[in-house]
T-cell receptor
Framework: AQSVTQLDSHVSVSEGTPVLLRCNYS??????LFWYVQHPNKGLQLLLK??????LVKGINGFEAEFKKSETSFHLTKPSAHMSDAAEYFC????????????FGKGTKLSVKP | GAGVSQSPRYKVAKRGQDVALRCDPI?????LFWYQQALGQGPEFLTY????????KSGLPSDRFFAERPEGSVSTLKIQRTQQEDSAVYLC????????????????FGNGTRLTVT
């Protein structure tokens, strides 16, 4: 079965400093992995996805993630945090099967201090 | 352009009442998903439609939950005899892709319906 573990429920950074949101995955085959962001009272938005092409994936708003098979990790990073980055971030793995169900982690709440 | 629209935005129901939650996907989107997001948790899969066909309902937590998409566009999630544990945000998502092309076409999520059962 596929699963993801987000290692931090809450991360707090200062504006202008780097962001690191950690995610480990478990999959019995080569997975598809995603990061989604959820701003308060807004719908989930896709940040980036990995589907077995390049291991370093660039997404929107300056975010990127690196797929590391040896570490079963897919950490999300951004060089410099902005106040507008404050939100909930979800690491997601494809559930397999023909329907393409997505399996979400529990989420990491990112706070950005001025 | 118009995104995925869900209504109502908020719903308060007394325990034992039936509720119906509506999802208007993006026009032309083939795939439609329902997810349940409990407080402080990530969304969990409930059910999947390809056009009007419900191809996967393995995530529905009990037979009190029922979903339909009769004409392959608007979908309704119905919960009968609501219980307090049904309190959650219910998310709808749609995609242009069929299941074979799913990973090449992103899911578009609605803002959700927050259901509170008292």
């Amino acid at each position: 079965a596929q699963s993801v573990t987000q290692l931090d429920s809450h991360v707090s950074v200062s504006e202008g400093t780097p962001v690191l949101l950690r995610c480990n995955y478990s999959s019995s085959y080569s997975p598809s992995l995603f990061w989604y962001v959820q701003h308060p009272n807004k719908g989930l938005q896709l940040l980036l996805k990995y589907t077995s092409a390049a291991t370093l994936v660039k997404g929107i708003n300056g975010f990127e993630a690196e797929f590391k098979k040896s570490e079963t990790s897919f950490h999300l990073t951004k060089p410099s945090a902005h106040m507008s980055d404050a939100a909930e971030y979800f690491c997601v793995v494809s559930g397999g099967g023909s329907q393409g169900n997505l399996i979400f982690g529990k989420g990491t709440k990112l706070s950005v201090k001025p | 352009g118009a995104g995925v629209s869900q209504s109502p935005r908020y719903k308060v129901a007394k325990r034992g009442q039936d509720v119906a939650l509506r999802c208007d996907p993006i026009s032309g989107h083939v795939s439609l998903f329902w997810y349940q997001q409990a407080l402080g948790q990530g969304p969990e899969f409930l059910t999947y439609f390809q056009n009007e066909a419900q191809l996967d309902k393995s995530g529905l937590p009990s037979d009190r939950f029922f979903a339909e998409r009769p004409e392959g566009s608007v979908s309704t999630l119905k919960i009968q005899r609501t219980q307090q544990e049904d309190s959650a945000v219910y998310l709808c998502a749609s995609s242009l892709a069929t299941r074979r092309g799913f990973y090449n076409s992103p899911l578009h999520f609605g803002n959700g319906t927050r259901l509170t059962v008292t």
